[in-house]
């Protein structure tokens, strides 16, 4: 577990995705992040990671969520089905 209140910089920065795929011994780019929030996405974009982006609905208009690669309305909507979407991106 890493969070971004563990880096100097806060998100965007990717400092907290970049770390958590070391941790996790795998490259970035092979990393599907979860967020809800722009700043989140942005960092995880910046990181090299796929992003399925789950915001408030609120929120689901803003900018911010237009650079990921799935944006759905709910956790529940997160299966294998749209997991196997992203990984065919990843290749």
Avoid: W
């Avoid at 609120?58 to 992203?86: A, P, Q, W, Y």
């Amino acid at each position: 577990m890493h969070s971004s209140d563990d880096e100097r910089a806060g998100k965007p920065d990717p400092a907290v995705y970049l770390k958590t795929a070391m941790r996790m011994g795998v490259k970035p780019e092979e990393c599907i992040a979860i967020e809800d929030s722009y700043r989140g996405v942005l960092a995880a974009h910046r990181a090299g990671m796929k992003v399925i982006a789950i915001p408030d609905k609120h929120l689901k208009g803003h900018e911010g969520f237009t650079r990921v690669n799935l944006l759905l309305n709910s956790l529940e909507e997160v299966n294998d089905e749209t997991l196997e979407m992203i990984r065919s991106e990843i290749g």
